[in-house]
Every structure is written in structure tokens, then in C-alpha cells.
């Protein structure tokens, strides 16, 4: 009898663990044979703790067993609850200094060629185009501006509209996740954040796209 | 001449016993040894078969690995057949043979009792029960204590993480507040700027107030002044001396955002 119960035990959460589709993560393979495992332990439980095991036995068993699975579940959900949390918390986190990266730079580049387009009064030789080009004379559409400050850095800033009234930079990262993972950005993988500055001779205009 | 017989008939017994015990405490030994080999030797991350009394502990290093990898802007892969039958050979003994193993031990012995057979301390139901109570037992005694301190660091890490975010937050508006000071500087006073200085510049209600931290500025001459004092913590300030190109020339952070 034994050896039935062991291999129909085998069976039940080797299915569990092998029906959800072949992700990334563990988790979902490794909840299901939880859950398996549970029913299993129940079931195998209520054939046990029958007649002749003592009345008291039987107590003591089953207090023990449910204490073991309210431990081994709070352990594994709060494991499953903490690491998922942590990796969401690591990719949030690179997700806002990446956007710090590019606020700090792409809108101070266009409000110095705005300084520069306001500064030659209201009689203008120089469109916004012209004074843009004079501050980053490489520049063409399509173009990436920025300059890395350190070592390794996945940011582009990208000149996306270059006309007399206004220019467009586009900033984009080659991974850093945005908000809708579908977003098709400018530059990067799919999903990744897209920032967007809008210069025209009003000031500045910021529209994050993802 | 009976009593001779039956005594040599019993001799013959407990050495067929004694054998039979002897045999059964060299397997135990030798799968304890291979138990403890494997346990000893239970991280994931390496392509390799590992059994784990927890092996959700493993998989929730793997999510962390993976977090790590994106975070480089690596693509985590899918996890191999080696990793992914170590798991759930794991599971199979910790939560199937195991318990099945400990349960009719269990009933076993009780079944014996009751039927009033001789009984010996050592014999097949007690093996059972001590190998499958040491597997299936051993997590279930650690998970309680780990249990209530994963609580406590979880809440502790939260915090920690959250006063992180914010202060992440608080210097991503900051940016804005540059930026928006700057703006003001550059534009002549016919389209609402202060042509040339900071004079008159006030921050818009979105910025001067947010669900993160709330603003305030202090103009001087060719640089201004902005505190930030954290809506959530408000013991988080950050001061920061911004020049007049809407650069950070300095920062201050109170004793909680340091």
C-alpha cells in the first residue's frame, strides 16, 4: 500500500509541476506541485490518522501537520512574496535614475539653445533649428547627443524633430523598463522608458512615453 | 530437549534481527550521507542537479538572479531541465516520500500495538518513521523561526527600500524644479519669464506640492535655493543649491536620506 501512495503521490505533483507553461521563473511550476503536495498530504493524512491510531494520536498528528503546513507555507509565500517584490523594487529603482539621467541633461541642452535664441533679441537672425545646430553642429535627425558622464551607459538622446520652431529630443534606453511593457519605443527593446522634450521658443514641454 | 530447541529457534531469530538491522542502519547511514551531500550542495544558480529540503528558497534566489541580470540588461534564460527536475525532485521527497514514509510508520506501529504483537524498539515502521520525520520534519522546524524573522527583515527592507524611492523621487523633481527655474530665467517677460533672472519666479502648485515631497524655493541673485521635505517621511529633507544654467551645484540631505 505504501507504494501505491508513493507513486500516485509522485504522479499528482510531478503533473502539477509539469502542467503551467515553461516561463522564466520556477514559481509557477513550483506552486502548482505545492498545491499538489497539499492535497496529497491531506488525502494521505485522513487514510492514516483512521482506526487504529489512537484517538489521541490522531490530535497530536494532526496539530502537528497543521502547524508544519501554516510554517512551510508562510516560509514559502513569504519567500515567493519577498524576492518578487525585491526584483520589481531593483527594476523600479533603475527605472528612476535612468529618467533622472535623462531629465538632468536633454531639457538643460534645449533651455541653453533657447537662452541663446532669446538672446538676440526680438529681431531674430537665428532660428531655434540654427541655434541648435550651432550648439551640436554633428547633429541631424536621428542622431544621438548624449555624452556619457561615466563608464557604461545604455541612455540615448536622440534629435527627433529639427525644424525653425521646434526641435525634439527623444530619449530612450536600451532596457530600462517603462510603464506598458508593449511600447514600441524610438530606440531599445520593447517596453523600455522613452522620455520626450519638446523646445519651442515658449520654454520646454515634457511628455513621458513610456 | 524441546526447551534446548526453542531456545536455539529464538537465538536463530534475533541473529536473522540483528542482521536484518544491521543492513538497514548501513542503508540509512549511507542515504543520510547522500542526503547531507546533496543538502551541503543546494544553490541553484550553477547548471547543476541540487536537492533541497527548501527548495523554494532556491527559486526565490533564482528571481533574485534574474532581477540582477535585467537590471544589466541581461535576458534572464529559462530555467534548464537540470534545475527544473532538481526542483521538483525536491519537492517529491520533502512533501511526498517523505510524509508517506513517516505516516505509515506511524500507523504501522499502531496497527502493531493493537495487535498485541512483540514488539522491538528497532525494527522496519521506526526506520521509516525517523527517515521520513528527519526530511519531512526538518523544514517544517526551520520554516517556523524563518518564517517569523523573514517577516521582520521583509517589513525592515520595505521601509529601508520605500525611504530610498523617495529620496529617488524627491531628486527626479527636483530636476523638474531646475528645469523649470531656468526656463523662467531664459524667457523674456513677454512670455512669462523673467528675462535674464530668477526675480518673480514662484513654483506651480504641481510642483510645489506632490505626493512625494513638498517644495520650496529661495531665490538669490545668480543661483536659488530648493527644499525638498518629504511628504512621506518628514524627517527627509534635501536642499539643493541650483545655479543659474539649472545646474546642482550642491546637496544636502538630512540625517534619514543620507
Not at chain 1, 29 to 40: E, R, T
Not at chain 1, 59 to 77: D, K
Amino acid at each position: 500500500m505504501i507504494f501505491r501512495w508513493m507513486f500516485g503521490g509522485i504522479i499528482l505533483v510531478s503533473l502539477a509541476f509539469i502542467l503551467p507553461d515553461r516561463t522564466v521563473e520556477v514559481w509557477p511550476s513550483l506552486n502548482a506541485a505545492g498545491v499538489a503536495a497539499l492535497i496529497y498530504i491531506i488525502a494521505l493524512l485522513v487514510y492514516i490518522l483512521r482506526n487504529p491510531v489512537p484517538v489521541k494520536h490522531r490530535i497530536i498528528v494532526g496539530v502537528l501537520a497543521f502547524i508544519s503546513v501554516i510554517a512551510l507555507g508562510a516560509h514559502w509565500t513569504g519567500m515567493l512574496n519577498t524576492t518578487q517584490w525585491q526584483q520589481k523594487r531593483l527594476l523600479d529603482s533603475k527605472s528612476l535614475v535612468v529618467r533622472g539621467t535623462m531629465i538632468s541633461d536633454a531639457p538643460i541642452r534645449l533651455l541653453s539653445v533657447l537662452e541663446e535664441y532669446h538672446a538676440q533679441g526680438k529681431m531674430k537672425k537665428l532660428s531655434l533649428a540654427m541655434t541648435f545646430l550651432q550648439n551640436c553642429p554633428q547633429a541631424t535627425i536621428g542622431s544621438n547627443i548624449h555624452t556619457s558622464s561615466v563608464g557604461e551607459d545604455s541612455t540615448r538622446i536622440f534629435v527627433t524633430t529639427l525644424s525653425d520652431s521646434v526641435v525634439v529630443l527623444t530619449a530612450s534606453h536600451a532596457y530600462a523598463r517603462g510603464r506598458t511593457a508593449d511600447f514600441i519605443p524610438y530606440w531599445g527593446r520593447k517596453g523600455t522608458i522613452q522620455e520626450r522634450y519638446i523646445l519651442t521658443e515658449k520654454g520646454v514641454r515634457h511628455e513621458s512615453d513610456n | 530437549m524441546n526447551q534446548t530447541t526453542e531456545s536455539q529457534a529464538t537465538t536463530a531469530t534475533k541473529v536473522g534481527r540483528s542482521e536484518t538491522m544491521i543492513i538497514w542502519l548501513i542503508i540509512l547511514a549511507c542515504g543520510m550521507l547522500v542526503l547531507t551531500f546533496f543538502f551541503h550542495h543546494n544553490y541553484a544558480i550553477e547548471d547543476r542537479l541540487f536537492l533541497s529540503p527548501v527548495p523554494w528558497v532556491n527559486v526565490g534566489g533564482m528571481t533574485i538572479d534574474h532581477g540582477v541580470q535585467m537590471f544589466s540588461g541581461k535576458i534572464p534564460e529559462l530555467p534548464t531541465i537540470t534545475t527544473q527536475v532538481s526542483c521538483l525532485v525536491s519537492i517529491l521527497l520533502v512533501f511526498v516520500i517523505s510524509p508517506t514514509l513517516f505516516f505509515f510508520g506511524l500507523r504501522t506501529r499502531a496497527v502493531d500495538r493493537a495487535s498485541g504483537k512483540e514488539l522491538h524498539i528497532l525494527r522496519w515502521s521506526t526506520i521509516q518513521l525517523v527517515l521520513g520525520g528527519m526530511v519531512m520534519l526538518g523544514p517544517a522546524l526551520v520554516s517556523i523561526p524563518v518564517a517569523i524573522i523573514q517577516r521582520n527583515v521583509s517589513s525592515s527592507l520595505h521601509k529601508s527600500v520605500e525611504e530610498y524611492e523617495n529620496k529617488e523621487a524627491i531628486l527626479y523633481e527636483l530636476n523638474s524644479v531646475a528645469v523649470k527655474l531656468y526656463e523662467y530665467r531664459v524667457l523674456p517677460k513677454e512670455l512669462g519669464g523673467g528675462n535674464g533672472s530668477f526675480a518673480g519666479f514662484t513654483l506651480s502648485k504641481e510642483l510645489a506640492s506632490t505626493t512625494e515631497a513638498q517644495y520650496k524655493i529661495e531665490l538669490q541673485d545668480t543661483l536659488a535655493i530648493a527644499k525638498a521635505t518629504s511628504v512621506k517621511y518628514p524627517l527627509g529633507t534635501i536642499t539643493a543649491k541650483i545655479s543659474k544654467k539649472g545646474k546642482f551645484l550642491e546637496w544636502k540631505y538630512s540625517e534619514l536620506f543620507e
